[in-house]
């Protein structure tokens, strides 16, 4: 059984990075999409990037100037850095798998929840 | 304001049948593959249909999706009061280039 983990700091300060990594355990995953979604307290889904499995990127334009995504298909993780970031990247952070539409994500992680304060 | 435009809320008695719209525009639903999926309260979200009317294996085929022009629609029938969740309809605009997710839709089973 595929499991998706991610894992990072849970309190990050304004104007400083996040990095979050996503491991995935309990076997391979074929799949072509390898994205992080985010999800802000009681609002919706937003989708922040992916990485393409032939290692193509594509970011949400509103936030392309700030973030990164990678990945190391050795250790089977999944990597999102957010610079500079603000109050308003407060979220629960998901990793999330789609084998081969873009946003049917199949796999997903349980989510950590990050907070930007002081 | 999100570009895929669904109810705010729905209800419906147990066994009963409810179905909840999606309504985008030729850059997204138009002509892209829509999914749909269902989050719990505290929970990741579930992938309940892919390609606009597909489940995944071990989704109940009470729920099902269609899409017509610019809109999508997830129907659920026999509801249960398990299927209280927030459903949120997603697909790709070509004209963003961006994943794109509905606002959410919270189903109450009365």
């Known amino acids: 059984q595929v499991q998706l983990q991610e894992s990072g700091p849970g309190l990050v300060k304004p104007s400083e990075t996040l990095s979050l990594i996503c491991t995935v355990s309990?076997?391979?995953?074929?799949?072509?999409?390898w994205s992080w979604v985010r999800q802000p307290p009681g609002k919706g889904l937003e989708w922040i990037g992916f990485i393409h499995y032939r290692g193509s990127t594509k970011y949400n334009p509103s936030l392309k100037s700030r973030v990164s995504i990678s990945r190391d298909t050795s250790r089977n993780q999944l990597s999102l850095n957010l610079r500079s970031v603000t109050a308003a990247d407060t979220a629960v952070y998901y990793c999330?798998?789609?084998?081969?539409?873009?946003?049917?994500?199949?796999?997903w992680g349980p989510g950590t929840m990050v907070t930007v304060s002081p | 304001q999100s570009v895929l435009t669904q109810p705010p809320s729905v209800s419906a008695a147990p066994g009963q049948k409810v179905t909840i719209s999606c309504s985008g525009s030729?850059?997204?639903?138009?002509?892209?593959?829509v999914s749909w999926y269902q989050q719990l309260p505290g929970t990741a979200p579930k992938l309940l249909i892919y390609?606009?009317?597909e489940r995944p294996s071990g989704i109940p085929d009470r729920f099902s999706g269609s899409k017509s022009g610019t809109s999508a629609t997830l129907g659920i029938t026999g509801l249960q009061t398990g299927d209280e969740a927030d459903y949120y309809c997603?697909?790709?605009?070509?004209?963003?280039?961006?994943?794109?997710f509905g606002g959410g839709t919270k189903l109450t089973v009365l």
């Open positions: 999330a798998i789609a084998p081969s539409t873009a946003d049917a994500f199949k796999f």
């Open positions: 390609d606009n009317t």
């Open positions: 030729s850059s997204n639903i138009g002509n892209q593959y």
């Open positions: 997603g697909t790709w605009d070509s004209s963003l280039s961006v994943v794109i």
């Open positions: 309990g076997g391979s995953i074929s799949a072509e999409y």
